[in-house]
């Protein structure tokens, strides 16, 4: 029997695994972000992940737990991980070799309004808060929240950032889109 912890795991690796393969032939760059800030943001990711996947930051308060550990909440963490992993790949799939883990512009870079973009503009940080909130639901300790909390705002920045970007490039074109989609949740 696969225990909440090992199918848990096996998501993150296997989008690990994905974004590797995938991040292999995108466009070239045109329109770069500055260094530090994308320094900033590994970080921001690394501490998500150590938080979430590992014991090293399982002190103190973050080791307390949000709710009793029962079964069927964990298990349903572990079916919004899944799902949260499964829409950023359809996500970053449909983005193609438009594709960047930086803030930056693609020589002739292409509004994607296809597969999930048609719902929401950000789907890839959509999907991968969706993923932490549902393995934050199978650890049941503050660290999972602190970790939703943490990428959440760094994901709201770096949308915020790209939005500017994608509106002087795009124009009307994305004004329209803007209209048409969530920013990570559908309607919203």
């Known amino acids: ?24 032939g995108t466009k070239k760059t045109a329109v770069n972000e500055n260094p530090a800030l994308r320094v900033v943001r590994l970080a ?25 550990r029962h079964s069927d ?12 992993v499964a829409l950023a790949i359809w996500a970053r799939w449909n983005l193609g070799r438009n594709w960047s883990d930086r803030v930056v512009l693609k020589v002739d870079h292409e509004l994607i309004r296809g597969g999930p973009y ?13 993923a932490v909130a549902g393995t934050a639901l199978t650890i049941v300790e503050w660290r999972g929240v602190v970790a939703l909390l943490l990428l959440g705002t760094n994901y709201f920045v770096k949308a915020t950032r790209e939005e500017k970007i994608l509106a ?14 969530g920013f990570f949740l559908p309607g919203l």
């Not at 921001?44 to 009793?68: C, E, K, S």
């Not at 074109?173 to 048409?180: I, L």
């Open 44 to 68: 921001i990711l690394a501490v998500t992940l150590a938080l979430l996947l590992t014991d090293w930051l399982r002190i103190g308060p973050l080791a307390q737990r949000f709710m009793p």
């Open 118 to 130: 048609r719902y929401l503009r950000h789907p890839i940080y959509a999907g991968v808060l969706l």
């Open 168 to 181: 002087a490039n795009f124009g009307e074109s994305f004004a329209d889109y803007k209209k048409e989609t």
């Open 1 to 24: 029997m696969i225990n909440s912890g090992t199918a848990v795991q096996f998501c993150w690796s296997v989008l690990g695994l994905y974004w590797f393969y995938s991040a292999l």
């Open 73 to 84: 909440p964990i298990w349903f963490g572990v079916g919004l991980t899944a799902a949260g």
